[in-house]
């Protein structure tokens, strides 16, 4: 995990926890030890879940996140590519989303702002509203 991308006082709390405790959250097995929001579906390659922090500003914030504890995009099979939009579409149409933005971190967390080294996607719908963007670190 990397505490220097975590943005809220929850987030750092239950991150330093985890890491004395020593488990990737992430991992399905681990997932709800400090993760407050249900699982809302889970598939052969990925689960989905609300953001237990989600991001200023946004209406919605999902997390999908690879069942297998992995941090490369580029080891996701074809087929898991395809059940993430599924997935995404699923989540679209249960919460009468019209738009949204689907972001994935990949690699080294110095450099792409994610806090957990295990890989998983976001679906982050704003407002729409110019005035109350929704803004993370990518990068």
Same mark, same amino acid.
């Given at each position: ?9 929850l987030q750092?709390?239950n991150?330093k926890? #985890?890491?004395?405790? &020593? ?5 399905p097995? *681990? !997932?709800?030890? @400090?993760?407050t929001?249900? #699982?809302?579906?889970? &598939?052969?390659?990925?689960y989905?879940?609300? *953001? !237990?922090?989600? @991001?200023?500003?946004?209406t ?5 996140v ?5 941090s ?14 599924e ?10 989303i ?42």
């Open positions: 995990m990397n505490l220097d991308n975590a943005r809220t006082a750092i709390e991150m926890k #985890i890491e004395a405790e &020593g488990f990737c959250p992430f991992c097995e *681990n !997932m709800q030890k @400090y993760h929001p249900p #699982i809302l579906k889970t &598939g052969a390659y990925w989905v879940t609300p *953001n !237990m922090y989600p @991001y200023e500003n946004s919605h914030h999902f997390l999908f690879t069942n297998e504890h992995i490369d995009s580029r080891k996701l099979l074809p087929e898991a590519w395809a059940e993430l939009q997935l995404q579409n699923w989540v679209m149409a249960e919460h009468q019209t738009h949204g933005t689907l972001l994935m971190r990949s690699g080294d967390m110095s450099k792409t702002g994610s806090s957990v080294l295990h890989l998983h996607a976001q679906l982050v719908v704003g407002s729409g509203n110019p005035e109350k963007p929704v803004t993370t670190r990518i990068g």
